[in-house]
């Protein structure tokens, strides 16, 4: 069974720049696709991010060109950096495998704010 730990969030003023890490236990991690979710107060949870085994990549609107989803498969983890931060991004921001998900992780909390 996989299980997913993320870790890197913080609170950064607008326009800074955040790195996720998302470590993953079990074998499957580099056969599936992976995504980074996030989730606002008050919102639903987001795809924002999605990388393939091989490297292809695939972003929401929002992010695109701000963020980049990255991933080791041999640390079985995969990254989120983001770049030019706004108020917006504000949520908790979680990793999972695509389409079928797993028991989310606790996820990290990120906060843009002056």
């Known amino acids: 069974q996989v299980q997913l730990v993320e870790s890197g969030g913080g609170l950064v003023q607008p326009g800074g720049s955040l790195r996720l890490s998302c470590a993953a236990s079990?074998?499957?991690?580099?056969?599936?696709?992976m995504g980074w979710y996030r989730q606002a107060p008050g919102k639903q949870r987001e795809l924002v991010a999605q990388?393939?085994?091989?490297?292809?990549?695939n972003y929401a609107d929002s992010v695109k060109g701000r963020f980049t989803i990255s991933r080791d498969n041999a640390k079985r983890t995969v990254y989120l950096q983001m770049n030019s931060l706004k108020s917006e991004d504000t949520a908790v921001y979680y990793c999972?495998?695509?389409?079928?998900?797993?028991?989310w992780g606790q996820g990290t909390q990120v906060t843009v704010s002056s």
């Open positions: 990388v393939t085994t091989g490297g292809n990549t």
């Open positions: 999972n495998l695509l389409p079928n998900h797993v028991v």
């Open positions: 079990g074998s499957i991690f580099r056969l599936n696709v």
